[in-house]
Nanobody, 115 residues
């Protein structure tokens, strides 16, 4: 089993920045995909950014140039730096990890972008 705990959400004004963190624990060896998804009210969950096998990154077109995913392997933590935030970035952000083809999810952290 893998446990994922997100932190760092909150209320921010348009144009502002936030950094989300996702700490992984448990059976973390052989996790080969780890990243972030989001779900806005009334919408489906969508990919934001993720590390894939080999360490490459994938970003949604809507966040390219504004969001950056990074990780600290020593802390088993993945980060999402979000800059130039827009109201349409408002959503619950979920951490995701895939290990041996099994998806694991955190409980989510709410990001609200509003003036």
């Amino acid at each position: 089993q893998v446990q994922l705990v997100e932190s760092g959400g909150g209320l921010v004004q348009p144009g502002g920045s936030l950094r989300l963190s996702c700490a992984a624990s448990g059976s973390i060896f052989s996790i080969n995909v780890m990243g972030w998804y989001r779900q806005a009210p009334g919408k489906q969950r969508e990919l934001v950014a993720t590390f894939i096998s080999g360490g490459s990154t994938v970003y949604a077109d809507s966040v390219k140039g504004r969001f950056t995913i990074s990780r600290n392997n020593a802390k088993n933590t993945v980060y999402l730096q979000m800059n130039s935030l827009k109201p349409e970035d408002t959503a619950v952000y979920y951490c995701n990890a895939i290990r041996y083809s099994t998806d694991y999810w955190g409980k989510g952290t709410l990001v609200t972008v509003s003036s």
